[in-house]
């Protein structure tokens, strides 16, 4: 009888996960102070189980003492502090702040059946507290869904979609460690929960605030002609009518126990909660957010000022609502609905809300208090704030910044400008208030519910709008987002670069985006200019000089710039000065200008400067040159210098070491001893601060080996420890960085190798050990060349091979990262910082000379904060959600004939954009929507200042008229750098005050807006034509086809229909066009 034997019965079954870049999709996000008191820090939840810890960072100008740099901001931006993968579906979170505690700890819903609760200290995750209570997998049935938490951070209250609610006690123990009860139940059968947040009492027993309801069983259904279960029999259907209810649950911390303490009815279409400050903060209560109107609800509030005296005397208004201001162009039967709501609480006991709706706009809420009584709410106020891309939360940071961690698009972080919002439009609760008393059409108290569930009526409260760009926001920071990515293309399309590019369709309607990603962190271009010939070499010398430090002294910041920037060629040197311009110096500069240089430095703190050249060490100071010659008929084949330490290797292995005399200013030859072996590279080091010298200098031997020599007086020259090398080096660097724990700097030494690949390994920052265990990476063909950099203000190495790339320590997730770089090959490298350019690299690549600067922020996608993020995007906007793309081969017909030339072929992509509920260009135009919401202000200045050159016209003599044609000529050309200028401003004002704003909601279904649009790889995705489909005919999909009636020529099949509907599915018409 055969036998079968299954995979897992003979061998495990191992899975891998590969991920090429992390999802950028953020499911909800919460501010708070997780790693130290004080510090501005925003949790996220991602997609694929990723918790991420940003910081709020903010880079101030250095030089403080300049009125042109007092003027200006500091750059604000993100940071990644830690990234936990928990492997699991995250739901929830929530910020707790326990009783006696100055920092905030996370707490998280998942798939898992647990709750957990992790703390950042130090800026590591650690997990706290784990409990289980139910199944894994995403249950209606199984707690995660909500997360809400008490403000005094003594109970966190865990929900399910349906029926059950558990509450966990949090407490400390005497030694102070946070501890976790068993659970509460709150279970309430039939239950479906919508919303759950803690009430804000003070240090009252804690109350949790529930939006639910609860439907009928199936006996009450089959009895719907009855009033069954208290319920109230609908006069439309004759079936009982369902009551949306807001309800508090009681934590008695005496007794143990969960009651529901309190409920009432609210809006039908609610769908939000935010709790009020209480206690002595405030008066308390929920914020409710529903389609067309905010409420607010407590157990303990009052009916509100009646301005208005119904005619009925039963009629009295008992609810606290406002309507929200509504867009001109919306339809007045559509409502709009609240999506989020956010508390913030303000210095003295204030506060106010803000609020988002499905469109996007986004409103301050002001609740009107009593003056004798500050804990009783007579209005609310509800103003417009901006328009904003939908968002999942909104995060307000104690430093006036808003973070919206956006549904679709990039994710943004804003400044606030201004909150008082004098002339926005507004609505408030006691026009609601009027409008319902003066109705004459509800004489019954109960029909209150009723006069609000009305978009016609609630269109007639509230004022309106047209959204325009950002007024009391500003963008200062995006964090990229691909989701949704709709189409994904790879393939060298743009011709002349190494790798190929992946094109992804992202985003919906007016967020949606062509992105172009390229593998490695983003490099600017900042400068270009030829060279004389090849360069053998580049270096930076910076500048040492009395008033450079006496100026550095009096800064915050005591970084040094550079002052030339050195190019050896094979029998020559090249000396350039840094200015406000890069110029070419001669003999000025006291190098030896007809050898090539083989390192060089500047020495001490008075100006001087180290030139080592084949035939000997030259010591620069004051404008006088001092030679060391080479003995006899040796020469000098590699060198290291640094401010106070130089070290040369002779052919035959000949190490002699120099050292600065901190008293006489001069450079003397300290030790020379033979290694054995020809020297192939050295690096003496870099000096940490508070010491005078470096402890160690790396040689690499033709023996294919690294060894490690100390520098230490009285061990000069002596070898330490010694590692065996897969191949020859080529090329190291000895390099300090911030140690993984927050302690003493750790040792890194990199080897670039003449195979094309780098080894890295620790050295023992005492005994000068290398680490047994290095890491190698294998980088391109070409050898290695190494070099340190700063990048991010820490420390860094440029790796250059057939491609380059940098090397650098992630302190958040404690690992060290090389990524590559999206440029050219360079041939040779170093640090080059400047007034100008803070963190840069100066490389040659061929015959020329280039400066860059590497985006290194390791939140985005163009950073490299980690490897799997080592990617750079560049995006083009588009008009309508993409829906697919394809690529076409297209070529110019030879002769007017059909067949296409083969050898002049031109590559382009098509991509068809539909929208559903969703007008056409033209129609939005006609109908006065500006999607680009630009203020008339453009051309205000130029305008102005043209008037100014008007002036009226004089009999003059002809030298005169000369004279005042030349002044006229400086004039122009100062107004034309000031315009320049402005204009410049002009582009970043407007980028930061950019705005995505929907277009107007069609008022019936079966609209839509689309488009075809040709765009070409090979110039940045520019686009090359864009045809606006007919009124309501969607572009769906597209393929390119070839026909041989055709002479095999490429042509653009594209799937359309007409009138389509979702619900239900259907459409007039479908075509292939």
């Known amino acids: 009888m055969a036998t079968t034997t299954s995979i897992t019965a003979s061998a495990a079954l191992k899975l891998l996960d590969l991920r090429l870049k992390s999802t950028s999709a953020i499911l909800t996000s919460a501010m708070g102070e997780f790693t130290a008191p004080s510090q501005q820090e925003i949790a996220i939840l991602r997609g694929g189980g990723i918790v991420e810890l940003y910081r709020i960072m903010e880079d101030l100008p250095e030089d403080d003492e300049d009125e042109e740099e007092e003027e200006e901001e500091g750059r604000v931006r993100l940071k990644l502090v830690t990234r936990v993968e928990t492997r699991s579906v995250l739901r929830c979170l929530s910020v707790v702040r326990l009783s006696g505690g100055k920092r905030d700890v996370l707490a998280v819903g998942a798939d898992g059946g647990c709750f957990t609760v992790l703390d950042f200290e130090g800026g590591k995750g650690k997990v706290l507290h784990c409990p289980a209570f139910g199944k894994t997998g995403c249950r209606r049935g199984t707690p995660g869904q909500y997360l809400a938490s008490d403000p005094k951070g003594r109970a966190v209250m865990i929900s399910a979609i349906e029926k059950r609610k558990l509450v966990y006690v949090l407490n400390r123990d005497s030694s102070g460690t946070p501890t976790i009860a068993s659970p509460l139940e709150a279970h309430r059968s ?79 279409t609610a769908c939000c ?119 999942n939360a909104l995060n307000i940071s104690k430093s006036g910044m808003l973070f919206l961690p956006a549904e679709f698009g990039n994710h943004v972080l804003y400044q606030f400008e201004r909150i008082d919002l004098e002339d926005a439009p507004t609505c408030t609760s006691e026009e609601a208030t009027a409008a319902y008393l003066d109705d004459e059409s509800n004489p019954k108290i109960w029909e209150e519910a009723k006069f609000y569930a009305s978009s016609e009526r609630a269109s007639k409260l509230a004022c309106s709008f047209t959204p325009t760009m950002l007024q009391n926001l500003r963008k200062i920071y995006e964090l990229d987002n691909l989701a949704p990515a709709t189409s994904i293309l790879v393939g060298e399309l743009a011709g002349n670069e190494v790798s190929p590019q992946i094109y992804t369709l992202n985003g919906r309607g007016p967020r949606s985006t062509l992105r172009i990603l390229r593998h490695g962190a983003a490099v600017t271009e900042l400068a270009v200019s030829d060279l004389p010939g090849i360069p053998g070499a580049v270096y930076t010398i910076q500048d ?169 007086p009285g061990k000069l020259l002596d070898q330490k420890s010694s590692a065996a090398l897969p191949a ?237 044609k030349e002044d006229k000529e400086k004039e122009k050309k100062e107004d034309e750098e000031e315009e320049d200028e402005e204009d410049e401003e002009d582009e970043d004002e407007k980028e930061a005050r950019a705005t995505p704003i929907r277009g107007p909601v069609p008022p019936t279904p079966g609209h839509w807006g689309s488009c075809i649009r040709l765009v070409d790889p090979a110039d940045s995705c520019s686009t090359l034509d864009c045809m606006e489909m007919g009124r309501n005919e969607a572009a769906l999909c597209c393929a390119a086809v070839r026909f041989h009636s055709r002479g095999g020529e490429a042509l653009l099949a594209v799937g359309t229909v007409t009138g389509m509907t979702m619900n239900p599915l259907r459409c007039s018409a479908s075509h292939v066009v």
């Open 190 to 268: 039939r239950t479906i929960t919508f919303d759950t947040v803690g009430l804000d009492n003070g240090y009252d027993n804690p109350i949790f605030a529930s939006l639910e309801f609860q439907y009928l069983d199936y006996d009450s259904l089959v009895l719907g002609g009855n009033v069954v279960g208290g319920k109230k029999e609908d006069e439309e259907d004759g079936m009982p009518q369902m009551e949306k209810q807001l309800a508090y649950y009681e934590l008695d911390l005496g007794l143990n126990h969960v009651s529901r303490r309190w409920a009432t009815t609210t809006h039908r």
């Open 273 to 391: 909660l935010a709790a009020v400050p209480g206690g002595a903060d405030g008066p308390g209560g929920v914020l409710i957010g529903g389609e067309d109107y905010i409420e607010y609800v407590h157990e303990t509030m009052s009916a509100p000022p009646q301005s208005v005296t119904s005619t009925n005397p039963n009629k009295k208004a008992t609810k606290i609502i406002c309507a929200i201001p509504r867009r001109k162009l919306h339809p007045a039967h559509k409502g709009v609905l609240v999506t989020t709501i956010t508390v913030h609480r303000q210095k003295k006991s204030k506060f106010f809300a803000l609020a988002q709706s499905e469109l996007g706009d986004v409103y301050k809420i002001t609740l009107t208090l009593d003056p004798s009584d500050k804990t009783v709410v007579r209005g609310m106020i509800v103003s417009l704030l901006d328009t904003l891309p939908p968002g």
């Open 544 to 712: 040492n000089t009395e008033e450079a430090m006496a100026k550095r002294k009096n800064k915050k910041n005591s970084r040094a710039y550079d002052k030339y920037i050195v190019v050896s060629f094979a029998d020559a040197t090249l000396v350039l000065s840094v200015g406000d311009t890069v110029e070419e110096m001669g003999k000025e500069s006291g190098f030896l200008t007809n050898a090539p240089t083989l390192a060089c430095s500047a020495l001490g703190h008075d100006g001087g400067i180290c030139q080592v050249h084949p035939a000997g060490v030259r010591h620069i100071h004051k404008g006088r040159a001092k030679q060391w010659h080479c003995p006899g008929l040796k020469r000098i084949e590699c060198a290291s210098a640094n401010e106070s330490q130089v070290i040369i290797a002779l052919a035959g292995g000949e190490v002699i070491y120099f050292e600065l005399d901190p008293i006489s200013g001069n450079l003397t030859e300290s030790k020379t001893k033979d290694v054995g072996a020809d020297v192939c590279s050295l690096d003496v080091g870099t000096v940490q601060e508070g010491r005078s010298r470096s402890m160690f200098a790396c040689v690499g031997c033709r023996d294919q080996t690294m060894r490690v020599v100390s520098l230490a």
């Open 728 to 964: 020859r080096p080529y090329s190291g660097a000895l390099q300090y960085v911030p140690g993984s724990d927050g302690g003493a700097d750790e040792a890194i030494l990199t080897v670039g190798l003449d195979d094309g690949s780098s080894l890295r390994a620790g050295v023992d920052p005492v005994t000068g050990a290398i680490s047994s265990s290095p890491a190698k990476r294998f980088l391109g063909a070409r050898p290695v060349s190494v070099s340190r950099i700063t990048l991010e203000s820490g420390p860094a190495t440029l790796l250059l091979s057939s491609r380059p790339w940098i090397s650098r320590p992630d302190v958040a997730g404690g690992t060290h990262v090389t990524a590559p770089l999206s440029y050219a090959p360079l041939d040779h490298g170093c640090s080059f910082t400047s007034e100008a350019i803070r963190e840069g690299i100066v490389a040659t690549a061929g015959t020329t000379l280039r400066i860059l600067s590497v985006e290194g922020e390791g939140g985005g996608s163009a950073g490299v904060g980690s490897e799997e993020e080592a990617f750079n995007s560049n995006k083009v906007s588009l008009r309508y959600t993409p829906r697919q793309m394809c690529l076409l081969a297209a070529g110019s017909s030879a002769g007017g004939a059909s067949t296409v030339d083969p050898n002049n072929k031109k590559l382009v992509l098509a991509v068809v954009e539909s929208d559903y509920n969703d007008f056409g260009e033209e129609e939005k135009k006609a109908m006065g929507f500006d999607a680009t919401a630009s203020s008339a202000k453009s051309g205000s200045k130029k305008k102005e200042k043209k008037g100014d050159d008007d002036d009226m016209a004089m009999d003059v003599d002809s030298d005169e008229e000369e004279d005042k």
